[in-house]
């Protein structure tokens, strides 16, 4: 019974370039959180997705980020356009009930680096 | 705005003493209280829980107490061990839309032999 799976790890981009991370939540879940780490902070809450619906994105900044849980397939976080400000890591959650009241599960995290 | 603060930054504990990890939130919609322990390089890994409808939780070593009208909950861990050197972060979910979830900003736990 795999966990949530992220991938990848690690990911290094320069300026301007595009970043997708992947999250394929724990089977039999189909409710998947984003949070974005900045070193020597906690996590910071960015979207709430449940399959082919945003619940709440209020956590995302405006421009440049977009996240997806398509009917099949992983869930999507992307980036365009990066900039330095977006090195962190990002961390994805599944929880099989909604609102996340119940236990969420975290991936390993994506490593992001932006030169 | 940081919903929920949590103190101290970083704890230093001798094997075999209590640890005690304070957090505090403003919003009286959050309804659930979950700790997380994180170890480098992976991710949080749910630790223990509490409603504010009860004031303390206990699973083995590891106690939440709650105070509602306070608006605080803590973290304590007994006879702490090496082992249990990690990032510990509190989280508050509910808020405005009820499904929310915030951290704290986490506190650094060593725990020397």
């Known amino acids: 019974n795999a966990g949530v799976m992220q991938n990848p790890r690690h990911l290094v981009r320069r300026r301007g370039q595009e970043a997708r991370l992947r999250c394929s939540p724990m089977?039999?879940?189909?409710?998947v959180y984003w949070y974005r780490q900045l070193p020597e902070e906690g996590l910071k809450f960015m979207v709430y997705?449940?399959?082919?619906?945003?619940?709440?994105e209020s956590g995302m900044p405006k421009e440049r980020f977009s996240a997806e849980f398509p009917k099949e397939g992983p869930s999507i976080l992307r980036i365009q356009q990066v900039v330095r400000g977006d090195s962190a890591a990002y961390f994805c959650?599944?929880?099989?009930?909604?609102?996340?009241?119940?236990?969420?599960?975290f991936g390993a995290g994506t490593r992001l680096s932006v030169l | 705005q940081q919903q929920v603060k949590q103190s101290p930054q970083s704890l230093i504990v001798q094997k075999g003493g209590i640890s005690i990890i304070n957090c505090a939130y403003e919003?009286?919609?959050?309804?659930?209280f979950p700790w997380y322990q994180q170890f480098p390089g992976k991710g949080p890994a749910l630790l223990i829980a509490i409603r504010p409808d009860v004031s303390e939780k206990k699973e083995g070593r590891f106690t939440i107490s709650f105070n509602k009208s306070a608006k605080q909950f803590s973290l304590h861990i007994m006879d702490s061990q090496p082992g249990d050197s990690a990032t510990y972060f509190c989280a508050a979910i509910g808020g405005s839309t009820g499904n929310q979830f915030y951290f704290g900003t986490g506190t650094s736990l060593t725990v020397i032999p």
């Open positions: 997705l449940q399959k082919e619906n945003i619940i709440d």
């Open positions: 959650a599944s929880s099989p009930e909604r609102g996340g009241r119940g236990i969420q599960y």
């Open positions: 089977k039999g879940h189909s409710h």
């Open positions: 919003n009286t919609a959050f309804d659930y």
